[in-house]
């Protein structure tokens, strides 16, 4: 059964860059397309990115397109998400899911199956 695991988060000043991956055990990564949520501090979740099964498409949130990039190394099982430009409404626990798909091109926000736990992401100065 797959599981979802998150780390790399943490504080960081605004302006500043953060990486955070997510790593996958129990099953190959390479079977399912991955997307990243976070849920900020009394709002409700956003789809923050996804990325396809062989990492050929990918999707943004208006909020964090050109900052962010989603991308994934299926050899590590681990999906990462760059996040580059770092603002105070970032501030949020984000959380990696799986959807298995037998479709290597395909993104979306929705069928997710396997969540992790999430991390928090806290940019302050």
């Known amino acids: 059964q797959l599981e979802l695991v998150e780390s790399g988060g943490g504080y960081v000043q605004p302006g500043k860059s953060l990486t955070i991956s997510c790593t996958a055990s129990?099953?190959?990564?390479?079977?399912?397309?991955i997307n990243w949520f976070r849920q900020a501090p009394g709002k409700g979740r956003e789809g923050v990115s996804c990325?396809?099964?062989?990492?050929?498409?990918?999707n943004y949130a208006d909020s964090v397109k050109g900052r962010f990039t989603i991308s994934r190394d299926n050899t590590k099982n681990t999906v990462y998400l760059q996040m580059d430009g770092l603002k105070f409404e970032d501030t949020a626990n984000y959380s990696c899911a799986a959807a298995p798909t037998s479709l290597p091109n395909r993104c979306g926000y929705s069928g997710m199956r396997t969540w992790g736990k999430g991390i928090l992401v806290t940019v302050s100065s």
């Open positions: 129990g099953d190959t990564l390479d079977q399912y397309r």
């Open positions: 990325i396809s099964r062989n990492g050929d498409i990918t």
